[in-house]
């Protein structure tokens, strides 16, 4: 059974936009488990290169404020309907790049409304993460290498 896992984290506000992360949980994800991944970097890049060419989003919020809400406004719609209806479970890194923006907590909180599992891997100290981003998680894990160990034992081929 192919799942998909939603890779949740930090964009707008991390080192090249959280990609590093989410290519290197891709392949593993891809090659351990045949599991499938919506990589929002990845899919934001396609979506903004298809309807948005000749823009450039990050200086769209100074200087088009209301041409970037309008392109936020659809890729918060295109990640949101990805969890909804695509995904069977989310990856989470959760660190200061997560916690000064949005997306990441909407993401999580539309998982745990629809009893999609959230597996967060802390990227800062337990104490300074806020408790709805735990509240919507059903496992916290240390590192990369205590999510991966686990998602071995519980989605094996």
């Not at 506000?13 to 891709?26: P, T, V």
């Not at 994800?29 to 970097?41: D, G, I, K, T, W």
């Not at 800062?124 to 034992?153: H, T, Y």
């Amino acid at each position: 059974m192919d799942l998909t896992a939603y890779l949740s984290g930090g964009m707008e506000y991390a080192d090249n936009y959280g990609a590093d992360w989410r290519s290197d949980m891709e392949g593993w994800l891809r090659n351990n488990l045949a599991h499938s991944c919506f990589n929002p970097v990845r899919e934001s890049e396609r979506f903004l290169g298809s309807r948005y060419p000749d823009i450039d989003f990050r200086r769209s919020k100074s200087e088009d404020f209301e041409k970037h809400r309008q392109i936020a406004r659809d890729i918060v719609r295109l990640d949101s309907r990805e969890i909804i209806m695509r995904s069977d479970y989310v990856i989470c890194f959760y660190d200061d790049s997560a916690q000064r923006g949005a997306g990441t907590k909407g993401e999580l909180t539309i998982a745990a409304l629809m009893g999609k599992p959230v597996y967060l891997i802390r990227g800062m100290d337990i104490a300074d993460i806020p408790s709805w981003v735990i509240g919507c998680a059903d496992r916290i894990f240390d590192d990369f290498a205590g999510l991966k160990l686990f998602l071995s034992r519980e989605y094996s081929r």
